[in-house]
Structure formats: C-alpha cells, structure tokens
C-alpha cells in the first residue's frame, strides 16, 4: 500500500512539472497580470469597500423607493441605461434620468408593488485611485399588495464609478440590463 501511495504522489508531481513545463512553453505566464482586476490585489481596500457599500446602497434606496437617496448615489452627469431585450436601449442623464426613475418606481408603489433586490457576484473589471468598473448580477423579487411574492427576471448590471476631490465614490454610468422584457 505504501509504495502505491509512494507511486501516485510522485506521478502528481511529474504530472504538475509537465503541466508547468507546457505551460510556460505556450507562452503562459501565471505571474502576468489578468486582464481584469478579478484576483488582483494592487487595489486601495477602503475604496473597494465604499464601492461595494454604493452598489448595495443603490439596492436598498432603490427598494425603499427613497429615490432622493437613490439619485445622490450619481454624478449630476451620470448616465443611466435602460437595456431591455428587442428594444433599443434607452440613455438618460440629469432631469431626463430623474424624470425616468421617478416614473418607472413610482408606478411600482402606485400599482402595489414592492421589489428588492439582491446584487451579487460583484467582479471589478478594473479598479484606480479614483475610477473603477464593475460588472454584477442581481436577482430580483416583487410582492404585490404585500401578499404575492414572485421572483422576477434576473439583471445585469455594469457601473462605473467616479471619487470626488473629497473623496466619496459615485456613479458615473449605470447599466440595467433585464433577462427578459418583463
């Protein structure tokens, strides 16, 4: 038994030495930076940290219709698109993007419907001192009249974010991408 333990540790080892060897003829090298920021760690901490903590915030503002608080999460400048299968996506920026979201959530409330959201698999594209790009995923419920709960097509988000000179992160551009046309 010993020697056939014996046997496959070393057959690992080869294997792992061959595998390195290939590699690194094929031009691989495992200590190149990705080409995204996924697994990198040359990141300023505190700053990931107010980012994720913006993401979530807009979830949360968003979901307690708190749309005073959901807007001051965006630049004044900030682009906001709306990207629904088979239409044209649709880009709002100031009192367009506000006129939007004012309309889009208050019928929601009008209409008896609750959403929340819960934004996840949150991966930095790229991270500086003072921008930063994310793509994420959220999945999304809505109870109507407080009594029907039912889980409502996935989306896909990717922001870009901004610090200001006193150093609070924001929005720049918002990307809401639904699954479907729901």
Known sequence: MRKFVLRQIVMVIAVGWAMAAVGESAGNDVSAKPETAAGRTDFNATDRLAILNLIHAYAVEVDRLNLDAWFDLFTRDA???????????EEQSGEEFHKFGRQR?????????????????????EQTEDTAHTV???????????????????????????????????????????????
């Not at 682009?79 to 996506?89: E, N, Q, S, T, Y």
């Not at 959530?105 to 594209?125: D, T």
């Not at 009594?147 to 918002?174: D, Q």
């Open 105 to 125: 959530f208050g019928s929601l409330k009008a209409g008896g419907n609750q959403r929340g959201h819960l934004i996840s698999n949150i991966v930095f594209v």
């Open 79 to 89: 682009i906001f698109v709306d990207r629904v299968p088979g239409k044209a996506d």
């Open 136 to 182: 994420m995923e959220a999945l999304l419920t809505n109870t109507k009249d407080g009594k029907i709960l039912r889980a409502v097509p996935g989306i896909n988000y990717e922001g870009w974010f901004v610090k200001s000179k006193g150093g609070v992160w924001k929005i720049k551009r918002w990307i809401d991408a639904a699954d479907v046309n729901f």
